[in-house]
């Protein structure tokens, strides 16, 4: 599944003709799911009418051919409750809900916001967990807690810490889906038991991706690191500087957007650039 970028224009609004275009692109590379609003999509900086508007086109522009799954977590219960509310209308699959930023509440604060969200909109859930951007992390235990709330469907799990696979299946059932939002550690992390992926790195090889996870996912590893080997430094190098900055650019340079970004982030730095592009032309990837 790709964490898919919000284009932009230079005034700041969102790029809906770019935005389209990633579309298309991603069904036809046989991409999975498009995951849509995510940190990956400068959630975080966009209105709430911003965020539900790009829900809605992304659902209508995709037309079912692939599922559609929305970020709608926020650090406040009731705009997360808000935001996933908006996306259930839209039509989407599922909503991908952050743990709440900033505010760092306590593993029974976590549990309590995702128990309401979930109670309050009947729609399938993904627990989202990325203690580096939020400054709190949703432990073990507390995930185990929440998979038992009927429609807490997966989680997806983005610490890096592929030992947390064996942890939280053990208190699982079958049924709840663990999804790797690490590329450097995806292949390790499905070998270990997980369900695949939502990736940044997909944004610009998700063909590949796609390939990579496919391998792991029937317990092939020679073949999974193989094919993941010439995607190492894409995984390493879009994070040179905040996401999106890296992968938006990378994009621009391949040719399906500008490179325009909202504050507080900034485009790519020169010094980065060529890191990046040669990243890039080591995974054969096409740029401008």
């Known amino acids: 599944m790709v964490a898919l970028v919000t284009p932009m224009l230079e005034d700041g609004s969102v790029d809906f003709e770019s935005l389209e275009k990633l579309i298309e692109f991603h069904v036809e590379s046989k991409t999975d799911a498009i995951v849509t609003m995510g940190t990956t999509g400068e959630s975080a900086t966009l209105d709430m009418k911003e965020h539900c508007d790009v829900v809605r086109f992304v659902v209508e522009k995709v037309k079912g051919r692939i599922p559609v799954i929305a970020g709608t977590g926020a650090n406040s219960t009731s705009e997360a409750i808000q935001l996933t509310a908006c996306a259930k209308e839209a039509g989407v699959d599922a909503c991908l809900l952050v743990t709440p930023y900033y ?71 079958d049924d709840f889906d663990l999804y790797t939002g690490d590329d450097a550690t995806a292949v390790d992390f499905i070998l270990a038991g997980g369900h695949g992926g939502i990736s940044v790195t997909a944004n610009i090889v998700p063909q590949q991706v796609h390939e990579v996870y ?69 995974a054969g990837v096409a740029t401008k």
């Open 103 to 173: 505010n760092k509440p306590t593993q029974e604060g976590l549990f309590l916001h995702h128990q309401k969200v979930a109670e309050t909109v009947d729609i399938p859930q993904i627990l989202y967990n990325v203690p580096g951007r939020t400054a709190v992390d949703m432990l073990p235990e507390t995930v185990i807690r929440l998979s038992k709330v009927k429609n807490i469907i997966g989680m997806k799990e983005a610490t890096g810490e592929v030992e947390r696979v064996a942890l939280i299946k053990a208190g699982v059932n």
């Open 214 to 282: 496919q391998a792991a996912l029937v317990g092939d590893a020679e073949k999974a690191r193989q094919l993941d080997q010439p995607l190492q430094a894409i995984h390493r190098d879009i994070f040179i500087e905040s996401n999106p900055i890296p992968v938006k650019w990378a994009l621009s340079q391949m040719g399906f957007m500008g490179e325009a970004i909202r504050m507080p982030l900034t485009p790519l730095s020169k010094p980065c650039q060529p890191i990046v592009l040669k990243a890039l032309q080591d």
